[in-house]
């Protein structure tokens, strides 16, 4: 009998486990998690305020409550945990979808300044992941500059953006509801370094700006114009030109009165350092870019400077090594070929890889399926040899003599539980816990 170890349980992870299970009648898998909470990134990462991307959780569900599936949470993998080596002991298999952990620095002076943050912080602050310490993101900020022009630059704008009485239905931890309930935010400033028909937004996160509540957005007609295609949408693909005629509706829009909060998406900047004001970050600097015929942008030699007491960078995500396996720094991915990870040029046995470790932090939700599919095709061609391989019984009993305490999916219930009493307590529906103590003491309640 097979037995498989899926490292991570956000989407791709999931949708592993899922084809192990559909194409094999006898496969047993273990999805193991470093946190005590499963769905990875549809946990983490999608926000909060996007209550139907979240519903995806109930089909991630259904896959982790299969009969041949099991939940391990609060098993790390790697410094402090479980080796790699150690896993290929207790399975015949290991499939690596720990994802693009880190983000991507801009490399300018001053990003290290208080103020300026990652807009990977800031949503694992206000999705309450146990490992954000941080704190304080719009403490005394009165104007944000969020530097980039894809989902999540649009998704933290937004947050930046809501009011009280929109956030309060969400299952927003407590305090961050509170921090952005007193913030004085009321200027957000969303930049791209290239043209409106390469900004990475899809069209309907885009259009979600327009219809905040007390929110005007601008955009300058004059910058649309610098982009070779604002002209000639024809020359664009359905989903560019959608955003280019949102774009420019708002740029040719008729003035109105004034809203408390006002967005601007600026085009065709690139951030050149930080200007620091009082110890902190002040303002940004930018150099205007035209477009230099190849796709890229030039710089003009020209600079404009954008006042910011809160600055997001949302320039992508990186994989980072993770010990045991191999790694190649410049794509920020695994070795693999079809899914089998390769060392020095040769497939290791038994070793896998699927998602953004494997193919890059590219594409939507949907696109883990087919190459989760894929890499489980490599590994049920492979799983002959590796049973023959043979392996001890149960790998839990493994774990738990290495004294691995890992949280089942009855651990992971009673944290649902503890969050929906959370919420009623609040008179909110359910809130998020927000750190590793009550995650913890949550899931060791059942059995206390």
Known sequence: ?????????????????????????????????????????????????????????????????????RFLGGVPVGPGGVPAARLRELYHAVVYCVGAATDRHLGI???????????TEFVSWYSAHPDCAADGFVAGARSAVVIGVGNVAVDVTRMLARGPAELHP???????????????????HMVGRRGPSQARFTTKELRELGDLPGTEVTVDQRELALDPAYEAPSDLSPAQRRNVEVLRG????PAREPAPRRIRLRFFLRPVELLAHGGRVGAVRFERTVPDGQGGVAGTGRFEE???????????????????????????TVPQLAGRVLREGAAAPGEYVAGWIKRGPTG??????????ETVISLLEDAPALVREGRPGDPLAGLRADGIRPVEWAGWQAIERAEAELGASLGRGVVKLPDWASLLAAARSTTS
């Open 1 to 69: 009998m097979l037995r498989v170890a899926v490292v991570g349980s956000g989407p791709s992870g999931c949708y592993t486990a899922q084809s192990l299970v559909q194409l094999d009648p006898e496969v047993l898998v273990d999805v193991l998690d470093r946190l005590p909470c499963p769905y990875g990134l549809v946990r983490y990462g999608v926000a909060p305020d996007h209550e139907k991307i979240k519903s995806l959780q109930n089909n991630l569900r259904t896959v982790l409550e299969h009969e041949r599936v």
């Open 109 to 119: 002076p001053g990003e290290d300044l208080p103020g300026s943050w990652s807009a």
């Open 170 to 188: 969400t299952d927003m931890p407590q305090p961050a509801l509170s921090a952005l309930a007193a913030s004085r935010v009321s200027e957000i």
């Open 250 to 253: 708002w740029a040719t829009a």
């Open 306 to 332: 954008i006042e910011a007491q809160l600055v997001l960078r949302s320039v992508g995500y990186r994989g980072v090594p993770l010990e045991g396996l191999p790694f190649d720094p410049a794509t920020g």
């Open 364 to 373: 939507v939700i949907g696109t883990n399926r087919p190459c989760a599919k």
